[in-house]
Antibody, heavy 119, light 107 residues
Framework: QVQLQESGPGLVKPSQTLSLTCTVS??????????WSWIRQPGGKGLEWIGR???????KYNPSLMSRVSISIDTSKNLFSLNLNSVTAADTAVYYC???????????WGQGTLVTVSS | AIQLTQSPSSLAASVGDRVTITCRAS??????LAWYQQKPGKAPKLLIY???TLESGVPSRFRGSSSGTEFTLTISSLQPEDFATYYC?????????FGGGTKVEIK
């Protein structure tokens, strides 16, 4: 059974970098043709797609965040990571990692981690 | 970016009711659309993908359909555990986008 688990600081200061990791268990992160994604949800609001990385290493980002975001994969540790720099209060949200195969929906999700941007 | 407009934004229904949620895409998305259910404090759960394919383990009372750029999620007989917020999402074009959500509440 595949499981995803987000980890990282719950509080980040404005203008600093938000860094999260998503550890994948239950199978190699490189098996199959999967995309590994980051999605966020501000309190009481809807879902926003941040970006994703394919097992081949190809990345795609939301243009609204593209200048500030990067996603990477560490196959040796079976995890992928999110870096979002120059954060503001508008980046406060629950951040989810998730997996999809061949654009057939996100079938596995982490439980989500709340990141608050505040001084 | 492709806009997904969900309607209604909220609805109140009773157990046993038939519920229909609509998701309208701003352009053709070739039916590469998924539906999710989200309960408070939880991650979304995949219900339907490719507009009409039921995810494994999801009850058959959930059904997805499409007509052009209009997509529909139907719950044939609402159960107590179905009270939640539902989102559509398209995978056809970057950036991937979600609808604004439909909250299904108890009448």
């Amino acid at each position: 059974q595949v499981q995803l688990q987000e980890s990282g600081p719950g509080l980040v200061k404005p203008s600093q970098t938000l860094s999260l990791t998503c550890t994948v268990s239950g199978g190699p992160i490189t098996s199959g043709s999967y995309h590994w994604s980051w999605i966020r949800q501000p309190g009481g609001k809807g879902l926003e797609w941040i970006g994703r990385i394919h097992t081949s290493g190809t990345t795609k980002y939301n243009p609204s965040l593209m200048s500030r975001v990067s996603i990477s994969i560490d196959t040796s540790k079976n995890l992928f990571s999110l870096n979002l720099n120059s954060v503001t209060a508008a980046d406060t949200a629950v951040y989810y990692c998730a997996r999809d195969m061949d654009d057939s929906g996100y079938d596995y999700w982490g439980q989500g981690t709340l990141v608050t941007v505040s001084s | 970016a492709i806009q997904l407009t969900q309607s209604p934004s909220s609805l109140a229904a009773s157990v046993g009711d038939r519920v229909t949620i609509t998701c309208r895409a701003s352009q053709d998305i070739d039916s590469v659309l998924a539906w999710y259910q989200q309960k408070p404090g939880k991650a979304p759960k995949l219900l339907i993908y490719d507009a009409s394919t039921l995810e494994s383990g999801v009850p058959s009372r959930f059904r997805g359909s499409s007509s052009g750029t209009e997509f529909t999620l139907t719950i044939s007989s609402l159960q107590p555990e179905d009270f939640a917020t539902y989102y559509c999402q398209q995978f056809n074009t970057y950036p991937l986008t979600f609808g604004g959500g439909t909250k299904v509440e108890i009448k």
